[in-house]
């Protein structure tokens, strides 16, 4: 069964630095990839996805993922954060011939001024 | 329209009380889900409703009773529920009938509390 492992619970970045947020999945098919972003009390906004070709994916509100086989990885990351950005961060895999996502269990970003 | 709705925000009820949860989407999509939020956690699947057909039960108890009345509308019936069932309720949709490349747009939850 396909799974996926955020290893950082929470982050500490100050506005205006750069951020990565790890994430590794395990599945043996090619795997759908997709982070979330959800501000406190809030439903989910998808930030990109990823399901084949060019490995580097942008998104929405300046993030970008990279996607790497041979790591089983696919790490979020923005140049510049913004405090607008504290929120968590789900990484999320979906699989062939299954209606499902599974979640990872979030990064916590809170971003100091 | 490009949102997801969900009615209550808030809900507190009674262990004996039937209520209900209202999701809205008017984009035409064709697949619709629930999931539970527990602080802290990731969102878990519930279920999943593809052209208007229950695809996906992920073995939820009873005192959870999904509906879809029709494509733009899912409710969840709740009866008899017990106060560790306290969670946020996120309903999404998705256009293609839930396949795993289909990108699912979240509401924004409603908040149930069980007392």
């Known amino acids: 069964a396909q799974s996926v492992t955020q290893p950082d619970i929470h982050i500490t970045v100050s506005e205006g630095a750069s951020l990565e947020l790890r994430c590794n999945y395990s599945?043996?098919?090619?795997?759908?990839l997709f982070w979330y972003v959800q501000s406190p009390g809030q439903g989910l906004q998808l930030l990109l996805k990823?399901?084949?070709?060019?490995?580097l994916v942008q998104g929405i509100k300046g993030f970008e993922a990279e996607f790497k086989r041979s790591q089983s990885s696919f790490n979020l990351r923005k140049p510049s954060v913004h405090w607008s950005d504290a929120a968590e961060y789900f990484c999320?895999?979906?699989?062939?011939?299954?209606?499902?996502?599974?979640f990872g269990t979030g990064t916590r970003l809170l971003v100091s001024p | 329209d490009t949102e997801v709705t969900q009615t209550p925000k808030h809900l507190v009820m009674g262990m004996t009380n039937k209520k209900s949860l209202k999701c809205e989407q008017h984009?035409?999509?064709?697949?619709m889900y629930w999931y539970k939020q527990k602080a802290k956690k990731p969102p878990e699947l519930m279920f999943v409703?593809?052209?208007?057909?229950?695809?996906i039960n992920e073995s939820v108890p009873s005192r959870f009773s999904p509906e879809c009345p029709n494509s733009s509308l899912l409710n969840l019936h709740l009866h008899a529920l017990q106060p560790e069932d306290s969670a946020l309720y996120l309903c999404a949709s998705s256009p293609l009938g839930g396949t795993p490349t289909d990108e699912q747009y979240f509401g924004p939850g409603t908040r149930l509390t069980v007392t």
């Open positions: 409703y593809s052209y208007e057909k229950l695809s």
């Open positions: 999320a895999v979906g699989s062939a011939g299954f209606q499902k996502l599974v």
């Open positions: 990823y399901f084949s070709g060019d490995t």
């Open positions: 599945y043996g098919a090619t795997p759908y």
């Open positions: 984009m035409g999509h064709r697949a």
